[in-house]
């Protein structure tokens, strides 16, 4: 994951370094996130944390199965 430049995000550092860690420690190094909404707007006063979290290998993860058709 490229390592960005948070100055104009309201969060501290700390809770920077949880998500991050916390992404890749559950979706591995290569996961993209990125902050959006109140979080970013220094105008707005959301409490929430919106997250768009990319998965670039998430493909691997999952196996595809065929319905069993009962007869």
């Known amino acids: 994951m490229k390592e960005a430049k948070f100055k104009d995000i309201r969060l501290i550092e700390e809770e920077i370094k949880a998500i991050t860690d916390t992404a890749k420690e559950i979706f591995g190094n290569n996961v993209g996130l990125w902050i959006f909404g109140s979080r970013v707007n220094p105008n707005l006063k959301g ?6 979290i ?3 290998d998430i493909a691997k993860s999952f196996t595809v199965r065929k319905p ?3 007869e």
């Open 68 to 70: 069993k058709i009962q």
């Open 54 to 56: 990319e998965i670039p």
């Open 47 to 52: 409490v929430d944390i919106d997250i768009y």
